[in-house]
Structures are given as C-alpha cells and as structure tokens.
C-alpha cells in the first residue's frame, strides 16, 4: 500500500519540518528528515526512499540544484516545497524533473492528495514498465521508451546500436549469424561492408562491456554472436 512509503522530508525549517512529519505519520508513512542541502542529496543517492517532498531554500545545496542532479540518475518521486510563488520558480522546478510544486502555506490535506496521486501515478509506470522490458544481468532495455540502463546508469546509443542491441537481447542465449544480423537490423536490400556487424558490435561492447567490466555480448566463432546473462 502507498501510505507505508517512506518519504523524505527535505526542510531546514524545524517547526515545519515537524509538522510534515507528524501529518504524514498519522497517515501511515514512514518518514525521514533532513535540513542539509548537501547532505540530503547524498542521502537521496544512499538509501531507499519512496518519495522525496524537497524545500528549494536549503544550506550549502539548493533544492533546484538537488532535483537537477538526482534526475541524472533517478526516477525518484519529488514535490517541491517554497515560500515563493512566482510562475517562473514554479516552472523551473518542474522543467527539472519535479513531479509537482506546492507553495507554503498549504494545508495538510492538500499536500497527503499529491503525496498519495504522485506515489500511485509513479507506480503506475513503474509497474508498465516492468512487463516490457529486457534485462540481463544488470542492463535493462526498456522498448517503449527507447532506454538503455546499465548498473542504474543510462546508456547513449545510436539509433543502429540500440536496433542491434535489443535484437541480441530478444533473441537472448540464441546465437545468430552475422547474415541473421544485417538482414534484420539493416535491411534486405543492404548492400555496403558485411563487416557493418562487426564493427557495431564493437561498438556496443565500447559502450557496455568495457565500460562497466562485464562481458555481455560474446563471439561464437565462425558463427555470429550472443547475449547471455
């Protein structure tokens, strides 16, 4: 059930840092504190929360800056918190990732809706995703949105790489020749270098294997290749 999320209450200040935590905890969260800007980004990066409510006046790191970097990396739900209500802050906030954007004062009521509308449409998503998707070891390929993930970090793949990439992984401990390769991923009436295939491999284990120190697409000599976990 949602209200047993734990959410992450990223505020400096004291009194109404308190406040969020007592309403969400009579709700049935489980909750977190911190007023350190710094600190709560490392944090964020350290351990497993489930929604993060982040105030953007904050010491040392700004919740802006915050939101900005923990977006590289993660999906993490986040509502911003603040004084100000000024459309462009507002804008900002979610250009850089945010779920949603609350102004203080707000009423707790108001502010449990979001927390449990956020937390239900993220897992959601979440849940879409896990049907179609393709993992192997630690990289997931997620078709409906193009995306490579390996070891939680995103892949740039050309749009070859990715065709070449996720027709290995459909195809999954199945070896298949070089001719299997260039007829699906290029194309019938392909008529440049054969060595296109060996060449993109290569390319993808640039990118993957070396990358990370772990072998996933291996040679069947005379063959052709083959993914396997």
């Known amino acids: 059930m949602e209200e047993s999320a734990k959410i992450f209450i990223v505020e400096d200040e004291k009194n109404i840092a308190r406040f969020l935590q007592i309403a969400l905890e009579k709700e ?9 800007g710094k600190r709560a980004y490392e944090r964020i990066m350290q351990e497993k929360f489930d929604l993060v409510l982040l105030d953007v006046m904050l010491p040392e790191m700004d919740g802006m800056e915050i939101c900005k970097r923990v977006r590289e990396v993660s999906d993490i739900p986040i509502i911003m918190l ?4 000024e459309i462009k802050d507002k804008v900002e906030g979610l250009d850089l990732g945010a779920n949603d954007y609350m102004t203080k004062p707000f009423a707790s009521e ?9 937390l239900k449409r993220h897992n959601e998503r979440v849940r879409d995703e896990e049907v179609n998707r393709y993992v192997v ?3 997931i390929i ?3 949105r193009f ?9 740039e793949l050309t749009h070859k790489e990715y065709e070449l990439l996720l027709y290995l992984v459909e195809n999954k401990k199945n070896v298949l020749s070089r001719d299997q390769i260039l007829q699906k991923v290029w194309g019938y009436d392909y008529y440049g270098d054969t060595n296109v295939v060996d060449v993109y491999i290569s390319y993808l284990r640039s990118k993957i294997d070396e990358r990370f120190g772990e072998k996933y697409i291996h040679t069947k000599r005379g063959v052709g290749y083959v993914i396997r976990d």
């Not at 603040?82 to 209500?85: F, H, I, L, N, V």
């Open 110 to 118: 108001e502010l449990l809706a979001r927390i449990r509308g956020t």
């Open 137 to 139: 070891k630690d990289m």
């Open 82 to 85: 603040t004084a100000r209500d």
């Open 142 to 144: 997620y078709p409906d």
């Open 147 to 155: 995306e490579v993930t390996v070891k939680g970090e995103n892949i």
């Open 28 to 36: 049935g969260f489980k909750t977190a504190t911190e007023r350190n």
